[in-house]
Nanobody
Framework: QVQVAESGGGLVQAGGSLRLSCAASGRIFSSYDMGWYRQAPGKDREFVAS??????LYADSVKGRFTISRDNARNTVFLQMNSLKPEDTAKYFC?????????WGQGTQVTVSS
């Protein structure tokens, strides 16, 4: 079982920045595929960014504004979000994928005011 916990959400004005963090348990963190997803009210959960065996991937809507990175020594993955827009408002979830099983955190709320 992999435990996943996000932090770093909050309220920010449009054009501002936030950095989300996600800590995952386990001694083989470097082998996990890690990703960020988000879900706005009334919408499906959508992919934001990932890093792992397939390299680094981004949704088109965040390319050039968001950066995903990981610190394997600290079992942590980050999502640096710049030039935030009101449409980025959502609950952001961290995902750890290991041998075909997905593990999710509880999510952290990001609200971008216009």
């Amino acid at each position: 079982q992999v435990q996943v916990a996000e932090s770093g959400g909050g309220l920010v004005q449009a054009g501002g920045s936030l950095r989300l963090s996600c800590a995952a348990s386990g001694r083989i963190f470097s082998s996990y595929d890690m990703g960020w997803y988000r879900q706005a009210p009334g919408k499906d959960r959508e992919f934001v960014a990932s890093t792992g065996r397939s390299g680094t991937l981004y949704a088109d809507s965040v390319k050039g504004r968001f950066t995903i990175s990981r610190d394997n020594a600290r079992n942590t993955v980050f999502l640096q979000m710049n030039s935030l827009k009101p449409e980025d408002t959502a609950k952001y979830f961290c995902n750890a994928r290991w041998v075909g099983t997905d593990y999710w955190g509880q999510g952290t709320q990001v609200t971008v005011s216009s």
